[in-house]
């Protein structure tokens, strides 16, 4: 009932940037937090940064100072800037968020994944 369309992702030198997007549609009342997390091949996926309502923001001690996550709560789309991208920032990155449908049910979806490739 919630879908979640990522976009940005691709290939870049290290040391260039890169902006991933995430659109949420569906019977949404409201969001809470929405967030990005990241899956490096043979290791398991792990938290990147999130952000609320409210626009506060939480990030990974790994992406502190590089990466930026926003958000827009009128078209419901969370961004992440990212930039002095390092190869070790290679990964399928996800968008996730959670909030109420207008039924009332909670709900807490992901997105397909875009792959970030940092080459050296």
């Known amino acids: 009932q919630v879908q979640l369309v990522e976009s940005g992702g691709g290939l870049v030198q290290a040391g260039g940037s890169l902006r991933l997007s995430c659109a949420a549609s569906?019977?949404?009342?409201?969001?809470?937090?929405m967030g990005w997390y990241r899956q490096a091949p043979g290791k398991q996926r792990e938290w990147v940064a999130d952000?609320?309502?409210?626009?506060?923001?939480n990030y990974a001690d790994s992406v502190k100072g590089r990466f930026t996550i926003s958000r827009d709560n009128a078209k419901n789309t969370v961004y992440l800037q990212m930039n002095s991208l390092k190869p070790e920032d290679t990964a399928v990155y996800y968008c996730?968020?959670?909030?109420?449908?207008?039924?009332?049910?909670?709900?807490?979806?992901w997105g397909q994944g875009t792959q970030v490739t940092v080459s050296s």
């Open positions: 996730n968020a959670e909030g109420r449908l207008y039924t009332g049910s909670r709900f807490n979806s």
């Open positions: 569906g019977s949404i009342f409201t969001i809470n937090a």
């Open positions: 952000i609320t309502t409210g626009g506060s923001t």
